[in-house]
């Protein structure tokens, strides 16, 4: 399922630094870490979430601003090519 989103989804739009896994987004560089407020108000650095083995729907998609400004132009080219009945040109 990864491999075939990448190839049609990531790959074609050039998200090249899209992250499946925690895993996977934990070996990145310039990764980010999951806070939490812990008592007394103090934000602390938490876990990770261990998705490694999962499938996920919509979810567990970890990516990074270029990669969403990717995505975004694709669904604003998207929404211009839907016609009043709802129906789909190409891109």
């Given amino acids: 399922m990864q491999d075939f989103v990448r190839g049609r989804i990531f790959e074609p739009l050039g998200m090249s630094g899209v ?3 925690s895993s996977e987004a934990q070996q990145a560089a310039d ?5 939490m407020k812990a008592e007394g108000g103090k934000v602390e650095i938490t876990t990770w979430y261990q998705d490694d083995k999962q499938i996920r729907p919509a979810g567990s ?6 990669d969403l400004s990717q995505w975004c132009g694709c669904s604003s080219r998207m929404e211009r090519l ?6 789909r040109g190409r891109i």
């Fill in 19 to 21: 992250k499946l896994t």
């Fill in 31 to 35: 990764h980010a870490s999951p806070h």
């Fill in 61 to 66: 998609i970890k990516a990074g601003v270029r």
């Fill in 82 to 87: 839907t016609a009043s009945d709802g129906s």
